[in-house]
């Protein structure tokens, strides 16, 4: 089976990003790293859903926590910050996670803020996304 191209179709407007997120504790996406990582060959970007700046003590305890449940290691260019995430509507079941960096990104597609980290690392869980070079995302909901 061939891999299609994640298309998206059209964006949720912010009403509809705040209804899609109740319940949401947290988004996981893994994605191929660029090809000179060999050390930390998959890109993961943690979506938190709070807008809170989070002291320091808690986003290491988070990103421990992540880390530990998931089996990553190695991370390294970890960003921890709020940034501005749209979501894309398309094919795929869920609605996929967009962390924006590009300001006319920024001005172009409807977003909220999150607390995102964005980091590189390796996992043996993630093998979509370090040997097939797939990009994939998880919700995971509040309990």
Do not use: C
Request: glycine residues 4%; negative net charge.
């Amino acid at each position: 089976m061939e891999a299609k191209a994640i298309q998206t179709l059209s964006y949720l407007e912010p009403a509809e990003i705040q209804k899609h997120l109740g319940g949401v504790s947290y988004i996981i996406m893994a994605a191929p790293a660029p090809e000179h990582f060999k050390e930390t060959p998959i890109h993961f970007t943690l979506f938190l859903n709070t807008h809170e700046n989070l002291p320091q003590k808690i986003q290491e305890a988070v990103f421990e926590k992540f880390l530990d449940e998931h089996g990553i290691r190695n991370p390294k260019e970890v960003i921890s910050r709020i940034m501005p995430v749209g979501f894309g509507k398309g094919v795929h079941e869920t609605h996929m996670p967009l962390l924006l960096v590009k300001q006319e990104d920024m001005q172009n597609i409807p977003h909220t803020p999150m607390f995102v980290m964005d980091f590189l690392a390796d996992s043996q869980n993630f093998s979509e996304a370090k040997t097939n070079s797939l990009t994939g995302w998880s919700y995971v909901y509040d309990s």
